[in-house]
């Protein structure tokens, strides 16, 4: 048994399994200072390897865990990082969250959610968010936070994180906020695709369904759905193109407009799942067969894809990806490096496209 071993059995012995580790039973159990300890346990670079896992070998077998609040006391961090949110598909904000708290747990800081409402009662785009902003983070100090679409694209949002002088990373923001890093994905690149995949299985008469016109993702898919367009020379029909807002009930409303035209689409794109749901809910009701009548795209690789009949074919967005990304980047404190980290994405192929048979 080496002398390390001795002194962790002594210590557990002394506290008989009743009171909690400090940091101090740590550090004398690596045979280390405590700075040693509060370094690796923070994820501090220029720690030895060795010395690394000798510390967290004793933190684990101690089942010491540092206090948040202690941590913050001791430092001028809180070892908080918030997401603020506000978008219409809860899929989406719940994979941000689930990537962003892998990232924090990892390197022991904590997330917290904050939902602000970009849009008005009856929809008009409210002006001014900069005071919902600072009353949500002025009583919670954090150390960055992570802006998803819209709210990566309003400007008194971002004018108030600047003004309290709080990092943060946009997720997939339409633009470049100068000296500030951003993760997002290739949108334009992954609906080119899917429209080249239904061009490929013989649909001449694509149609396509917008998304929410203030979030950043939308005018990026509806100019891949554009380009794969006119790549191929086909006709991008005006009566072919419809708004939505990301919302099920709106794919609902386009697919009904675009199924009842005297001349219907062979495939329907719509910009997210839950329009393309709504898509293929109509579809069904009208007595119009998917896939053999109708070719169904979505985009996102939502769970409810999956629970569709026939499955979804859509984008899967590295969602859970971009949120890891984001808090990965607060925490090492790569924020203003103006970095662009673009995720992949991948075209998943189920049973709602198939051959254009007319």
Sequence with gaps: MSD?????????????????STIHDVAKAAGVSMKTVSRVLNHEPNVADKTRETVLAAAAELRYSPSLAARSLASSKSYLIALLYDNPSPNYIANIQKGATQACRE???HLVAEPLEIA???????GDLSI???RALERLPVDGAILTPPLCDNGSVIHALQRLKIPYVPVAPSASHGRVAIVQMDDVKASKEMVQYLIS???KKIAFIKGDPHHSATPRRFEGFREAMRKAELEIRPDYVQSGDYHFRSGIAAAEALL????PPTAIFASND???AGVISVANRLGVSVPDSLSVGGFDDTPLARILWPQLTTVRQPIEGLGFEAAKILITKDSQDETVRTLEH??????STGPCLA
């Design 4 to 20: 390390t071993d001795i002194l962790l059995r002594r210590i557990k012995e002394r506290k008989g399994g009743s009171m909690k």
């Design 107 to 109: 390197r022991g800081y």
């Design 120 to 126: 008005g009662p009856l929809g008009a785009i409210e």
């Design 132 to 134: 919902d902003v600072e």
């Design 201 to 203: 299985l013989g649909h």
């Design 260 to 263: 009842q035209l005297a001349d």
């Design 274 to 276: 839950d329009m393309a």
């Design 346 to 351: 991948d075209l998943i192929v189920r049973g």
